[in-house]
């Protein structure tokens, strides 16, 4: 399953969806008009005998109101959920896991969410737990993975097990990577906006309340007829909302299906989802919540948070899913028994340091992980994206007790690697940390620096990833300190080098986006040949770094291959960092599948020598990173 293409549907799923909701307001507008018109000898003329059908006035006046109430309630709605999946897990009652948690289950998920996110190359997901609810569920939100959250309910934490919540991880973790995530947000807007012509009909309905005293009939006429009007708002938007609903399950049905597949390959363990869904149908409960916000979010779940009928239903039956998954399966569902969590591995010791300095090598890294390396034409393949990987890798960070336990010292490591290293510019650099931020957080920041002196890029990246988590918990003006001084920091000098450019595009991506505080730039160039003088740039910047004079013809035979579009290259030595960041900020705007096209031929020049350099891995990341794609970890024997 390719998460690159599988995006690609989603978008062209999301511009049908558009055309169906336009027809949708229409049909709306145009009820709404017809009731009007029979409802108007009420309002102003309740002597007249004739009735029109056709009133240009009545229509300028009916149309443009309904379709803006529409319009301004889906927006007001989509600038909410534009904050990020938080949002939504607020919503649903759910609370954010603390990241240096010591309960046994809440780590346990942390660490499976973890591991998914190295063997996937997503960042991080924050992770929010829903415990007044009982049922075994889950969901994933957000605009875009850099706000994104992973929420599971109490029942879920507490009736599977590791390989069966690893299972409902990866699940979400393939809405995330399928594109199903932003999909489903913006299906909660349109859906909002048709929902406020039911509201505001409500709302005139209850006029009725104060009509009582009246004994104008005239009056009473009038006040009639609005409760009428109210009564056709409130009929005509739930009738709009009904066939919005059946839009929002169809497509929810067939995507459920394809994270069902994608999470199978992900994780390699059919048991482990097909055995979550068996107990979900074994237990008493199934999926069910109480929050009285679940109905806006049916289609994010796991599975089926209420009981629908009429074509409602947002997933498949259990059984066809399990089946799917199962062909051999008898029929039996699972007792979702409480499990106990109690093992010490899973337990992180609350005295151990957050870091505990030892020698070069102690820090895994991301770029050599203990399994066969990931083929070029399989970035992207949900069956290469190994979860064994993740699981390595996390492992060996945990027994190096490399734990962070706050926001002030995750932010501390970010202005270490950035803190010079030559003594005068060192000194500057740790006076103005001192000076914005406090002496305190320079004064880790300079023990973090001399920590990772002269280690990999790898290992950084490692630390890097691992702070995140805790870099999204900052608030927004927080956050904006935190980017204005690194900006400062990496300006200290008068110069930028490829290291501070990659932390700069992690920081813009993960901090800045994920926060709201930057926009992501919309789809404009859907194939190689609309951005090939970027790919000449980056090919001809990754040529630079790996001094290799047969890289640049090695990139411009692949892009041929990709694209069947002759390329012009770009001399290594003429391509300087504002050159990158000028391609990639064109790139952003790129489709998914041109993107992992781009990181794939970025790969194979940064791979021509078959190795990988401090240098290639952070330019590697930075383009990931700027773009917006996900970068699984890579071996540095890596071959095409």
Known sequence: MDFFEAQEKALKQTRRLVLWFALCVVGVMITLYLAAVFIRPFLIQPDATHLSWWDPQLAAIICPTVGGIIVLGSLFKLVQLSAGGSVVARDMGARPVDPSTSDPLERRLLNVVEEMSIASGLSAPQVWVMDAEDGINAFAAGTDPSNAVVAVTRGCLERLNREELQGVVGHEF?????GDMKLNMRLMGWVFGLIMIAMLGKMLIELLRFSRGSRDSKGNGAIIGVVVAGLAMWLVGSIGVFFARLLQAAVSRQREFLADASAVQFTRNPDGLANALKKIGGFSKNGALHSSKASEARHMFFVKSELMGLGLSTH??????????????????????????????????????????????????????????????????????????????????????????????????????????????????????????????????????????????????????????????????????????????????????????????????????????????????????????????????????SGDPEAVEAGVVEFWHRSGVDLNPVDPEKCTLADVAKALVKLEAASPVVKVRILKICALVALHDNSLEDGEIELLRAAAEAIGAPLPPLSTAMKS
């Not at 393939?174 to 399928?178: G, V």
């Not at 390396?373 to 979860?387: C, F, H, K, V």
């Not at 970010?414 to 005068?424: C, E, H, I, K, S």
């Open 174 to 178: 393939s809405h995330i990577l399928n």
């Open 316 to 545: 498949p039956p259990l059984k066809q899913r399990i089946k799917a998954i199962d062909p051999s399966w008898n029929g039996e569902m699972l007792q979702g028994e409480t499990e106990e969590i109690f093992r010490d591995r899973e337990r992180p010791d609350p005295d151990a340091p957050f870091w505990d300095g030892r020698p070069s090598g102690a820090i895994p890294s991301r770029l050599a992980p203990e399994s066969e390396p990931l083929q070029l034409e399989e970035l992207g393949d949900s069956q290469r994206m190994d979860p064994k990987v993740g699981e390595a890798i996390h492992r060996q960070l945990s027994e190096r007790n490399v734990v962070f336990r706050s926001k002030t010292e995750a932010k501390a490591l970010l202005y270490g690697l950035l803190l010079a290293q030559d003594p005068t510019l060192h000194e500057s650099c740790f006076d103005l940390l001192a000076t914005k931020a406090s002496r305190a957080m320079a004064e880790n920041a300079a023990i973090w620096n001399r920590e990772l002196a002269g280690r990999p890029a790898s290992e950084k990246l490692a630390l890097v990833d691992l702070s995140l988590p805790w870099l999204r918990r900052m608030s927004r003006s927080e956050a904006k300190q935190f980017i204005e001084i690194t900006r400062e920091l990496i300006h200290a000098d008068g110069h930028v080098n490829l290291f501070e450019f990659m932390l700069q595009k992690v920081i813009e991506r993960q901090i800045a986006v994920g926060l709201g505080l930057r926009a992501v730039a919309g789809i404009r160039y859907h194939t190689l040949a609309d951005v090939s003088h970027e790919a000449a740039v980056l090919i001809g910047a990754f040529a630079a770094i």
